[in-house]
C-alpha cells in the first residue's frame, strides 16, 4: 500500500467516526450537540463522500474499487436519516431544501407584548403575525431549556414558518427555576394564554381557535396545561421530546446523566419525590389524561439522551387508552432538539407532521399554497 493510499484510508476511517456519536452522546454534552449537527448536516458530508468516490474511480488511482465502495457505504449511512424522511406517509421531504435551497422560514411581522407584571418581573411574549386582516388562528409556543434557562426567541424557524401559512404564534417567557418553582410556570402559561384571548380581536386572533406547542421542559408545561382543566377554545397540544411524569424521570434517572435531572427536579418542584410527592404529580400531563383531554401530537426520537423517548411512548398509550386522538411521530435517527434546524431530515419530517396535525384541528383547507 503506497503512503497515498494510506493516507485516504485514514481520512476516511476519520470520517467513520462521527457515525458513532449516536451511541456515545450520553457521556459528554458536546457530544450530543455533535450528535445533534450530524442528524442536521450529515447529508453534506454524504455529497463529499459520493465525490470522492466519483473521483477514486475517475482519476484510477490504485486500489479505486475498494476506497470508492467504501466511501459510498458511509454516504448511505450518512443518509439513513434523509432516506426515512423520504419514505414517510404523505412526503414533503425535500432534497433542495436540505442542502439549502428555498426558505423553510421568511421573516415576518414579530411584535413583543407585556402579557403580566409580577412584582418586579415583566412576563412577555413575542407574536408572530401572519400577513391578511381574517382573525388567525394561534399557536402558544413554551420554550425549553431544562425549566432554568432559555427565552421566547429560541427556535423561532416554526414560528415564522407557521406565519407564512396563516397561523399566529405566540412565543411566551415564563419565570424559571430555581428562583421559581412550580407550580408558577404553569400560572405563567395560563396567563399568557389569558391575555392572548381576552385581546384576540384587537390581535386579530381567533380565540376559539388555538393550541400549545412545547419543547422538552416546554413540554411538560403545555402538556399539563392541556390536559389539567383545558382552557376554552383550546384544539390540541404538540409536544416535542417532554417529560410527561416527572416522578417516573426522577426514579429512573442515571445519576450521572448530562442534565444531572435529579438535581435538576429538585430545584425545578423543591424536593425529592419522597419528600413531596404531591407536587410530583402535580407536574405529570400522564396523571390529568381523560377522555376530554385535547387531541395531541407527540414528536421524539429514540436515541433522544436527555429525555427518555418511553415518556411520549406512556403518553400516548394513555391517551389512546382514553379514547383521545394521540398522533406519535417516532423519529428513528431523532436526538433531542432534532427541530434545531426546519431544513433537515427529522425538522423537514417535524414540521410536515405539525403543518397536518394544525390543519386537521383548526379545519384549515388542505389545497391552499405552501410558502414558499
Not at 436540505?98 to 421568511?106: I, V
Not at 407584548?113 to 409556543?141: I, N
Amino acid at each position: 500500500m503506497t503512503r497515498a493510499t494510506a493516507l485516504r484510508c485514514l481520512m476516511l476511517v476519520f470520517l467513520a467516526l462521527p457515525l458513532a456519536l449516536p451511541w456515545v452522546q450520553r457521556h459528554h454534552l458536546v457530544l450530543w450537540m455533535a450528535t445533534l449537527a450530524l442528524r442536521s448536516y450529515g447529508h453534506f458530508v454524504a455529497l463529499a463522500l459520493v465525490l470522492w468516490g466519483v473521483l477514486e474511480l475517475a482519476l484510477r488511482r490504485p486500489r479505486p474499487w475498494g476506497l470508492a465502495a467504501v466511501a459510498c457505504t458511509l454516504a448511505a449511512l450518512y443518509l439513513l436519516p434523509a432516506f426515512w424522511a423520504m419514505n414517510l406517509p404523505g412526503g414533503g421531504f425535500s432534497w433542495p431544501r436540505a442542502f439549502g435551497w428555498g426558505d423553510p422560514a421568511p421573516l415576518c411581522d414579530v411584535h413583543t407584548l407585556v402579557y403580566a407584571q409580577t412584582g418586579d418581573v415583566e412576563l412577555k411574549l413575542d407574536l408572530y403575525r401572519p400577513k391578511g386582516s381574517a382573525p388567525a388562528p394561534f399557536v402558544v409556543v413554551v420554550h425549553g431549556g431544562g425549566w432554568d434557562g432559555g427565552d421566547r426567541g429560541q427556535l423561532p424557524e416554526l414560528n415564522r414558518h407557521l406565519a407564512a401559512r396563516g397561523i399566529a404564534t405566540a412565543s411566551v417567557d415564563y419565570r424559571l427555576a430555581p428562583r421559581w418553582k412550580w407550580p408558577t410556570q404553569r400560572e405563567d402559561l395560563r396567563a399568557a394564554i389569558g391575555f392572548l384571548t381576552r385581546n384576540a380581536g384587537s390581535l386579530g386572533l381567533d380565540g376559539n381557535r388555538w393550541v400549545i406547542l412545547g419543547r422538552s421542559a416546554g413540554g411538560q408545561i403545555a402538556e399539563c396545561v392541556a390536559f389539567d382543566e383545558p382552557p376554552p377554545g383550546l384544539r390540541g397540544c404538540v409536544s416535542f421530546y417532554a417529560p410527561s411524569d416527572l416522578d417516573f424521570a426522577y426514579r429512573l434517572a442515571d445519576p450521572h446523566d448530562l442534565l444531572e435531572s435529579r438535581q435538576l427536579l429538585i430545584n425545578y418542584l423543591g424536593g425529592m419525590p419522597d419528600e413531596i410527592p404531591g407536587v410530583y404529580n402535580d407536574a405529570s400531563a400522564l396523571r390529568f389524561v381523560t377522555q376530554d383531554s385535547a387531541p395531541t401530537l407527540l414528536l421524539h426520537g429514540p436515541g433522544d439522551a436527555l429525555v427518555w423517548h418511553r415518556h411520549s411512548e406512556r403518553l400516548q398509550k394513555k391517551l389512546r387508552e382514553n379514547g383521545v386522538r394521540c398522533d406519535f411521530l417516532s423519529l428513528p435517527f431523532a436526538t433531542h432538539g432534532f427541530d434545531y434546524s426546519l431544513r433537515s431530515p427529522e425538522g423537514q419530517a417535524g414540521t410536515a407532521a405539525v403543518d397536518a396535525f394544525l390543519d386537521e384541528v383548526f379545519g384549515i383547507a388542505k389545497d391552499r399554497p405552501s410558502p414558499p
